[in-house]
């Protein structure tokens, strides 16, 4: 039995790697994966292409890897979309990246409700233009219910915004009396942030290569093993995933501790 099993499992995988999924310890998954999904515009000007042809081979990788995460039973999986500072980006851009965000929404709701995946959103929303907003609710709604797998969008999302609101929170239950400024404590704050009830990340991967966090989840990354690969996010694929989370595995977390 094992043997069959492992060969159709091996099959999977498309092209060789160092690991593969049955090799994963389903008892040290990480419970939440956050990526920072960098590289879209390079891959484009590699090839000679439009910024915007990188942002759409872009979102076919992100089919691919919440797919990926779901099959593997990764339980939340944050994807950095669009950041506070993106907004600055050439008009034409952003609206292309919002019209793709739209057709992802519309496109994959059938797919979040048959895999048991609920969406979830972090950031500015009330920035986002009406159609996206009137998309992710659609789809919020129809996966509220869904508890095998969070999928957590970070749009218009910033770190130092949501620390921002979360001081402002804090402040106005102080003011007014409703917590007393003294008993303000870790737990407390992480209840006011945009990610209230869910885990900080185990794993943060950036693609492209840069060594920075380009205000990603500032306080939930305090203790995430960090992957920055090369790979563009365009071709960031499944296998890469599992030699990641091989890696993690290996890795000593020592939280502080000896
Ligand atoms: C990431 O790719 C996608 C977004 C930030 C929206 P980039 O567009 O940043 O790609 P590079 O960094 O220019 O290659
Ligand atoms: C970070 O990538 C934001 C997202 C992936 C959404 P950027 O490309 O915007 O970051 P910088 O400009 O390289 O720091
Ligand atoms: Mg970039």
């Not at 590699?46 to 076919?60: A, F, Q, V, Y």
């Not at 919440?66 to 999986?77: D, N, P």
């Amino acid at each position: 039995m094992n043997a069959t099993k492992k060969k159709r499992k091996k099959s999977l995988n498309s092209s060789p790697s160092s690991a593969s999924l049955s090799e994963l310890d389903a008892t040290q998954l990480p419970a939440h994966l956050a990526i920072i999904m960098d590289g879209n515009g390079r891959w484009a000007k590699k090839r000679l292409l439009n910024r915007i042809m990188g942002h759409e081979r872009g979102s076919d990788t992100v089919r691919t890897i919440v797919r990926t995460c779901r099959e593997i039973g990764i339980r939340y999986l944050t994807l950095y979309a669009f950041s506070t500072e993106n907004w600055q980006r050439p008009k034409t851009e952003v609206e292309a990246l919002m019209t793709l965000l739209k057709k992802f929404l519309k496109s994959e709701k059938s797919e979040m409700l048959q895999n048991d995946i609920r969406l979830r959103v972090i950031g500015q929303i009330h920035r986002l233009p009406s159609g996206v907003r009137k998309a992710l609710e659609e789809t919020m709604t129809a996966t509220r219910d869904n508890s095998s797998m969070d999928l957590i969008l970070a749009l218009s999302y910033g770190g130092r915004a949501e620390i921002v609101d979360m001081v402002q929170a804090v402040a106005d239950k102080a003011r007014q009396g409703r917590i007393d400024p003294q008993a303000i404590n870790a737990e407390m704050i992480a209840d006011h942030l945009y990610t209230r009830e869910i885990p900080d990340p185990d794993i943060l991967i950036r693609t492209s290569g840069e060594m920075r966090i380009s205000n990603f989840l500032l306080w939930q990354i305090a203790y995430s093993e960090i992957f920055i690969t090369p790979t563009l996010w365009p071709d960031f694929n499944k296998d890469e995933l599992v030699q990641i989370l091989n890696d993690f595995q290996g890795r000593e977390r020592r939280f502080g501790k000896v």
